[in-house]
């Protein structure tokens, strides 16, 4: 994780509102990562190939079907691939960026 990642797994925070599920060699997880520090967004990565938990804890939420990363968790509700405008409805409706 470098120094612009917000990690928001602290003792003193409750449960991450943002969950990247994604690998070292993933481009778009990335550039993903890149979009979310610009709007200021908190999150925490988890890279699926080297945490065996992550892996199964993204299969337990989408239902066991993996179909790639960068898949990101907003408050509950999955976006599979860098979706930016669904990113961006997700993150408004969840009231984690300003509408």
């Known amino acids: 994780m470098d120094e612009n990642t917000v990690n ?4 003193n925070t409750t449960d991450p ?3 990247i599920y994604s690998t070292t060699w ?3 997880c990335k550039t993903e990562e890149q ?8 999150y925490v990565k988890k890279d ?11 299969m337990q939420k989408n239902g ?5 990363v960068p898949v990101t968790d907003i408050a509950g509700d999955l976006v599979l691939g860098f979706d930016r405008p669904k990113i961006d409805s997700t993150l408004k409706a969840k009231g ?3 509408a």
């Open 8 to 11: 928001t797994t602290d003792d």
């Open 17 to 19: 509102k943002v969950i």
């Open 26 to 28: 993933c481009a778009f």
């Open 35 to 42: 979009y979310l520090q610009k709007l200021g967004v908190a």
């Open 48 to 58: 699926v190939e080297e945490d065996k938990a992550a892996y199964e804890e993204l």
């Open 64 to 68: 066991g079907a993996f179909q790639g």
């Open 96 to 98: 984690l960026v300003a």
